[in-house]
């Protein structure tokens, strides 16, 4: 007996102390992420400097500034483990605890850790600072990415000249960075391991917080690989029509270099060559937006006003103050690829965008402004709280309303649209269009990240490195090259995403999450009914609907705070990804598409490209 009391004893006094360093860690937490704050505030004001002006003092201070945030992590780790913090009893605590143990890159040896940011930093910049020479004018090579070769991609017709530029932009943002690439690799995997992950796949997928995420992924594109297989088969039977058969092929792989966009992911850019209904108006607002005088200040404001309708936060004066939203004049480099930047102290919040005043740049601002919505909605939370729910629900809060957006029913709301009649042919060439941007772009997200999976995963010898990357895209998105590649190119990193080290299976998430919040909030705007034609899921504007906003406050302001999942069910009460609403809204075109190509004998799939050979 006495055994057993000194026993029960000696747990009580445990148990006690366990309570008493809880408290404590509580106060340790609190003062921990205040200057985990202030410490990634001087990070990121050093990164947006760069990414705004890339010279080498710049890249020095950023590469310089990390290198000691990461250190000041890795020393801070070892005070974590000093608390029992897996036995304390606040899930919020133990939450907490977790994320802060885990270092991601800044596990690396300070060395290594320098090299990887380097080796990132040159594939940025090397992205960034790609120049071709015309293809008419041999003796001007000053054309940059954005705008210049973007708008010859989207709007040229010829495509020898499409091909030219195609080629040039490839070699140079690809190849000439193959090494650095080369070695990116080693040391995600390397930092994967330190911090108790087998490869750098399940060190990225570990955001996600479940380890069925690629099942779940892969199970959703198979549900929607059918509807892709139809708009893939009319689209290359529109273009051998436009084209020819000696360009474009009865039964294989698009050129991709035909389909309006560098890399082929959405094809929205040719939709007057490929689209049903010629006869048709397509909504393009960009002609009346220059009309009407619109500026990207102007489109700003308007993505300010659809969020504040909601009742949602209003942009703070530092975002107007602060952010970049025209490219300079002063002919700075600078990654013109838009981005929205939190800089961790409150309110000051930014975009860096080189608008243009064009219908998909209105979109893009509308996107844009979601993440910093988000981050608004989060900045009362703790520092290690200060992001989505998981990267996908990030990209996905912009493109709910870009959905919005882009209804005719929003954008007579908002004058750019007028005399334009939506009658059952009209519905079905604007779903083709949203198809050429949204299930066009699944296929293509998805190869981004399986190529770098299979890449840190060792799944692929570094000698058919190139030749995997169009293996994939051909596999997947029934595209390839305009031209034969071998392992003398090296492609992956001419999308700025693989150079940048940005994963992209969020977007892949986004953009169909996208479709589940968009159809949520649609039902609480009382705009949507699947039993009342009047009310369509694809023409539903939840502009100035407080309770969509109510719904998008409920779920954003959690941050990073609980798992997705929960996240998810705070929004419509689902807690499972799902594809569902996604086949819902673009069913009509999926209908009519199967209908058209079987008038036409269109075929569906393609054979194996042979645009990749082993050097």
């Not at 404001?301 to 939203?325: E, G, H, R, V």
Request: aromatic fraction near 12%; proline fraction near 4%.
């Amino acid at each position: 007996m006495r055994v057993f009391l000194v026993d029960l004893l000696a747990t009580l006094a445990l148990a006690q102390a366990l309570v008493k360093e809880e408290i404590q860690a509580k106060e340790y937490l609190e003062n921990l992420n205040k200057e985990l704050a202030k410490r990634t505030n001087v990070q990121t004001e050093a990164a947006w400097a760069y990414a705004s002006n890339i010279n080498d003092e710049n890249e020095k201070k950023k590469i310089e500034i990390s290198a000691e945030l990461a250190k000041f992590r890795r020393e801070i780790s070892s005070d974590l483990q000093k608390f029992q913090w897996r036995s304390y009893q606040s899930e919020d605590i133990k939450r907490q605890f977790k994320a802060l143990t885990e270092l991601g890159y800044g596990a690396l040896p300070e060395a290594e850790f320098a090299d990887f940011l380097e080796t990132v930093s040159a594939m940025a910049s090397n992205f960034a600072k790609v120049k071709v020479c015309d293809y008419k004018d041999k003796l001007k090579c000053d054309l940059a990415l954005e705008p210049e070769i973007e708008e010859i991609i989207s709007k040229s017709r010829d495509h020898e000249e499409l091909k030219y530029y195609w080629r040039e932009f490839y070699d140079k943002a690809g190849t000439a960075v193959r090494s650095n690439f080369e070695r990116y690799v080693e040391l995600v995997n390397k930092a994967a391991k330190l911090n108790n992950f087998t490869s750098g796949a399940e060190f990225w997928l570990d955001e996600y917080e479940d380890d069925t995420i690629e099942q779940q992924l892969d199970n959703i594109f198979a549900e929607i690989r059918p509807l892709y297989g139809q708009i893939h088969g009319y689209v290359r039977y529109r273009l051998r029509k436009y084209y020819g058969n000696d360009v474009v092929s009865e039964n294989g792989p698009i050129p991709m270099h035909l389909l309006g966009n560098m890399w082929a992911q959405e094809w929205s850019e040719i939709a007057d060559i490929v689209s049903p209904f010629p006869e048709k108006p397509l909504v393009d607002v960009t002609e009346e937006m220059e009309k009407q005088g619109y500026t990207p200040l102007k489109m700003f404001q308007m993505a300010d006003d659809f969020f504040t309708s909601m009742n949602l936060t209003k942009l703070p004066k530092d975002f107007w103050d602060k952010s970049i939203i025209e490219k300079p004049t002063d002919g700075r480099d600078l990654i013109c690829h838009a981005s929205a930047w939190n800089l961790y102290i409150k309110d000051d919040v930014r975009i860096k965008q080189c608008t243009r005043v064009t219908q998909e740049q209105l979109f893009t601002v509308h996107h844009e402004v979601g993440h910093i919505q988000y981050a608004l909605q989060y900045q009362h939370l703790p520092f290690v709280y200060l992001a989505g729910a998981n990267p996908g629900f990030h990209e996905a809060v912009g493109d709910v309303v870009s959905l919005s957006v882009s209804t005719p029913k929003h954008l007579k709301r908002i004058g750019l649209l007028s005399n334009y009649v939506r009658d059952d042919e009209a519905r079905i060439k604007q779903l083709f269009f949203t198809a050429l941007e949204k299930i066009v772009f699944l296929p293509f997200a998805f190869t981004m990240d399986k190529y770098r999976w299979a890449l840190f995963r060792g799944e692929v010898e570094k000698a058919n490195w190139n030749c995997e990357f169009w293996k994939l895209r051909e596999q997947y998105s029934g595209i390839e090259p305009p031209v034969v590649r071998s392992e003398k190119d090296f492609d992956p990193p001419a999308k700025y995403h693989i150079s940048a080290d940005t994963d992209y299976v969020r977007y892949l998430i986004s953009f169909i999450i996208q479709f589940q919040f968009y159809k949520s909030a649609c039902i609480k705007a009382g705009q949507y009914d699947a039993n009342n034609a009047e009310l369509p899921l694809d023409n539903c504007d939840i502009y100035g609907s407080a309770a969509a906003g109510e719904a998008f406050h409920n779920m954003l302001s959690m941050g990073a705070s609980k798992p997705w999942p929960d996240a998810l069910e705070a929004f419509n009460g689902e807690r499972i990804m799902s594809g569902k609403a996604i086949a819902e809204y673009f069913e009509p075109l999926r209908v009519w598409l199967e209908a058209e190509n079987i008038k036409d004998s269109v075929h569906i799939g393609w054979t194996a490209s042979d645009k990749c050979v082993a050097s």
